[in-house]
């Protein structure tokens, strides 16, 4: 199993940045593929980004894709994603997740582990 805990959340006017990070413990960090998701209230939880293993492959929502990145430090056993251009409809609650799946580089769906979450509110 991993165990995850996300942290950087907070107030920010629109425009802004902020800057996530995710850090991992348990297993070895690299098995898996990480993700990031986001849920507002009242809406479902919806995927935000992901990176592969080896973090040389990525995969964005189109709502975020040219102002989020996503990036990993297996070193570390962490991963990040920076936000930048925040728009209040970014405002939610931000989790990692991680997922051993085989047979893909990327993926959106069938995360095993998640975090508790940090909340990230982007006022106009």
């Known amino acids: 199993q991993v165990q995850l805990v996300e942290s950087g959340g907070g107030l920010v006017q629109a425009g802004g940045s902020l800057r996530l990070s995710c850090a991992a413990s348990?297993?070895?960090?690299?098995?898996?593929?990480m993700g990031w998701f986001r849920q507002a209230p009242g809406n479902e939880r919806e995927f935000v980004a992901a990176?592969?293993?080896?973090?040389?492959?990525?995969d964005y929502a189109d709502s975020v894709k040219g102002r989020f990145t996503i990036s990993r430090d297996n070193a570390k056993s962490t991963v990040y994603l920076q936000m930048n251009s925040l728009k209040p409809e970014d405002t939610a609650v931000y989790s990692c997740?991680?997922?051993?799946?085989?047979?893909?580089?990327?993926?959106?769906?069938?995360?095993?582990?998640w975090g508790q979450g940090t909340q990230v509110t982007v006022s106009s």
């Open positions: 997740a991680a997922t051993a799946v085989s047979g893909v580089v990327v993926t959106r769906r069938n995360y095993d582990y």
């Open positions: 348990g297993r070895t960090f690299s098995r898996y593929i």
């Open positions: 990176i592969s293993r080896s973090g040389g492959s990525t």
